[in-house]
């Protein structure tokens, strides 16, 4: 080892000795490239697809994974070609029914309405209402309804305590359907309804008690009327309340709703006589000129129900509204009792609200075509009668006078009078 030892000093001197200096650059060759190798070492880099992302990575940030799939609806069988899904626990979808419902707002700009019970959902189905969806509590409820009508709806059954949680109803049905909202202009009414509809309309000015106005409406379908037109300022005919106390009238004649009275002669048959129904006296208290406030509909005259009533009709003076200000001036019209003839084919009946009776436009209206003014005589002391009692005591009258003016009609074809 020690001769080994002494010998590599010499190696080292006979290489750097090598003919022309061969050994000595080789050696400086082979030091320089071990430094290089130290000082930059090789960088391996992945391909251009993977620096893309990376880079793109650095710079956006990192976004939240997506959210899992929804679970799978649970759907089941009510029938041939009938499909139904069962509400998960929180499903918000019945929440949604009572937005609608108590948003007149919110029926306007999504052009859907809320009907509760089996009744009312069979009358809009049957006249051609297109139902969205339909809660019920139990498949029994589906046997009810014309199933060739559920077909094409979303069908969900929930629990009856969710649907009484949310019902406007004091004893729910455990049935609930959002329509679209009908258009009376593509609706479907009962034949029956038709066969037995009259020359007789109905206009309401100011109604706005949703009691009133759903009574009101039934008492027009039962009465046999033509069309019923409702001027700015009644109650919305879709409220759930009007609904209620409409008992489907909603569904067997047209109803025109949200008129001004610049159009309202335009959705009244050529021809037509509107005759109003006020609260004024047109014996003991025709010399006040104010249209007195009460049941829009009917005036009540007391006094003695034999005694004649004929006022004709003159100029009113000038009117002031609850500040004082002067109004314009309104038509005096010629009055008479409601039992008393005064319907034409065809004729018109105008119902006011309670809290403000007539419109001055109403007036105008009647007096143009000839109108008159009809009064109930009641009991002296009564300020008033409800609207809606007003109105089906003059509906029913005017279809009194209309049917027998037909039977008239038929006895005279079937027996000319000779002369």
Same mark, same amino acid.
């Given at each position: 080892m020690a001769a080994l030892g002494r010998l590599a000093p010499g190696l080292g001197r006979s290489l750097l000795r090598w003919p022309g200096g061969q050994g000595g650059a080789a050696a400086a060759a082979g030091r320089r490239g071990v430094r290089a190798l130290r000082r930059s070492p090789?960088?391996?880099?992945? =391909? +251009?697809?993977?620096?893309?992302?990376? $880079?793109?990575?650095? +710079? @956006?940030p990192r976004e939240p994974p997506p959210p899992p799939p929804p679970p799978a609806v649970e759907r089941s069988s009510a029938? *041939?070609?009938?499909?139904?899904?069962?509400?998960? =626990?929180?499903?918000?979808?019945?929440?949604?029914?009572?937005?609608?419902?108590?948003?007149?707002?919110?029926?306007?700009?999504?052009?859907?309405?809320?009907?509760?019970? =089996?009744?009312?959902?069979?009358?809009?189905?049957?006249?051609?209402a297109v139902l969205q969806s339909l809660f019920f509590s139990t498949v029994g409820h589906l046997k009810e309804l014309p199933e060739a009508k559920l077909k094409r709806a979303n069908l969900v059954k929930v629990k009856f305590e969710d649907i009484k949680s949310w019902s406007d109803l004091v004893t729910p049905q455990g049935l609930i359907g959002i329509f679209s909202k009908p258009d009376h202009a593509k609706?479907?009414?009962?034949?029956?309804? !038709? /066969? @037995?509809?009259?020359?007789?309309?109905?206009?309401?000015? #100011?109604?706005?008690?949703?009691? #009133?106005?759903?009574?009101?409406?039934?008492?027009?379908?039962?009465?046999?009327?033509?069309? %019923? !037109? !409702?001027?700015k300022g009644c109650v919305d005919p879709w409220e759930p309340k009007?609904?209620?106390?409409?008992?489907?009238?909603h569904f067997r004649l047209p109803i025109v709703a949200n008129l001004d009275w610049e159009s309202v002669p335009s959705n009244?048959?050529?021809?037509? +006589?509107?005759? %109003?129904?006020? #609260?004024?006296? *047109?014996?003991?208290?025709?010399?006040?000129?104010?249209? @007195?406030?009460?049941?829009?509909?009917?005036? @009540? $005259? *007391?006094?003695? *129900?034999?005694?004649?009533?004929?006022?004709?009709?003159? $100029?009113?003076?000038?009117?002031?509204?609850?500040?004082?200000?002067?109004?314009?001036?309104? =038509?005096? !019209?010629?009055? +008479?009792?409601?039992?008393? #003839?005064?319907?034409?084919?065809?004729? $018109?009946?105008?119902?006011?609200?309670? /809290?403000?009776?007539l419109s001055p436009d109403a007036l105008h209206l009647a007096a143009s075509t000839g109108g008159k003014r009809l009064v109930i005589p009641v009991v002296s002391g009564v300020d008033s009668l409800n609207s809606a009692i007003a109105a089906g005591i003059v509906l029913f009258e005017g279809k009194r006078q209309l049917l027998w003016r037909h039977e008239q009609e038929d006895e005279r074809q079937k027996f000319p009078v000779v002369g």
């Open positions: 090789v960088r391996v880099l992945p =391909p +251009q697809k993977e620096r893309g992302a990376a $880079a793109e990575a650095q +710079q @956006s029938g *041939p070609g009938l499909w139904y899904e069962k509400a998960a =626990p929180g499903d918000r979808r019945l929440g949604k029914v009572v937005t609608i419902a108590k948003s007149k707002k919110f029926r306007d700009h999504h052009g859907k309405v809320v009907l509760e019970g =089996p009744r009312l959902i069979k009358d809009a189905l049957e006249a051609g609706m479907s009414y009962p034949a029956a309804q !038709l /066969t @037995s509809s009259l020359p007789l309309l109905l206009i309401c000015d #100011n109604i706005r008690d949703p009691g #009133n106005l759903g009574t009101i409406l039934r008492s027009a379908a039962g009465a046999g009327c033509e069309k %019923v !037109l !409702l001027t009007v609904l209620r106390a409409g008992m489907g009238a009244l048959p050529a021809g037509v +006589q509107v005759c %109003v129904a006020d #609260n004024k006296d *047109p014996g003991a208290q025709a010399e006040t000129a104010s249209v @007195s406030r009460g049941a829009g509909g009917a005036a @009540s $005259a *007391p006094g003695n *129900p034999k005694a004649p009533v004929k006022s004709k009709p003159k $100029a009113a003076p000038e009117r002031e509204d609850e500040e004082g200000a002067v109004g314009v001036c309104v =038509p005096e !019209l010629a009055a +008479q009792y409601y039992y008393e #003839n005064w319907t034409q084919t065809p004729v $018109a009946v105008v119902i006011g609200g309670e /809290t403000h009776g």
